[in-house]
């Protein structure tokens, strides 16, 4: 499937990106998260740029800044989806403000029914949901993503959704090596389910720099 990010397209059907912050991601992730709206402008350049928006005039603010991809919480407000519909942004959907309690494959599917009726297109729609759900949701053709912290053992999370069917890994770390080390793991399982002719999502890049 192919995803447009920007002026970029990416084949994530068989290719999972890493986003990180622009410290610690600015030489080894596909995708950097502004830390605010105020600094899109200043990160568009050869990278996708993702910020987080709440109303429809930061989403409509964020777009002609050059953001390639909007975090916009649980998408609830009718004014914020239209406006989402009048742009190209991608979108992804968080649980954030989920009601306590819900089931998280139906909170998504849900939010992303909402997004469709709105007017924009399911290949714009990404899904940031808990490690636990990516293969359910992954298996309803959702385009999945997981957030990640840089706590011991993360690399084995990665794994894990990774075989599930993820196709985004957006680290919260401060490290660059950290990051460095989320691109290797994408990488390799990728590469090795590659080559056992396993569709499966791998890194963008040829190799690991």
């Known amino acids: 499937m192919l995803v447009g990010l920007g002026k970029d397209t990416f084949e994530v059907s068989t290719h999972a990106l890493v986003i990180a912050s622009p410290v610690a991601g600015q030489h080894h992730a596909h995708g950097l998260v502004a830390p605010s709206l105020a600094e899109v402008s200043s990160l568009t350049g050869d990278r996708p740029v993702f910020v987080q928006v709440t109303t429809a005039e930061m989403a409509r603010a964020a777009a002609k800044a050059g953001a390639a991809a909007l975090l916009v919480g649980s998408c609830d407000s009718p004014d914020l989806l239209l406006a989402l519909a ?71 999370t990665h794994v894990q959704a990774l075989l599930d069917g993820a196709r985004f890994i957006r680290t919260a770390a401060t490290s660059p090596d ?32």
């Open 86 to 156: 009048e742009i190209e942004p991608l979108i992804v959907i968080q649980p954030g403000t989920a009601p306590s309690g819900a089931d998280p494959v139906r909170f998504f599917t849900e939010r992303v029914a909402w997004a469709v009726a709105a007017g924009i297109r399911q290949s714009r729609i990404v899904v940031e949901a808990p490690v636990a759900q990516v293969a359910e949701l992954a298996s309803l053709d959702h385009l999945v993503m997981i957030g990640t912290s840089q706590a011991v053992g993360v690399q084995g």
């Open 178 to 209: 950290h990051v460095r080390a989320t691109r290797r793991t994408a990488f390799t399982i990728g590469e090795l389910l590659v080559r056992r002719g396993v569709t499966s999502p791998t890194s963008v890049y040829a190799g690991v720099g």
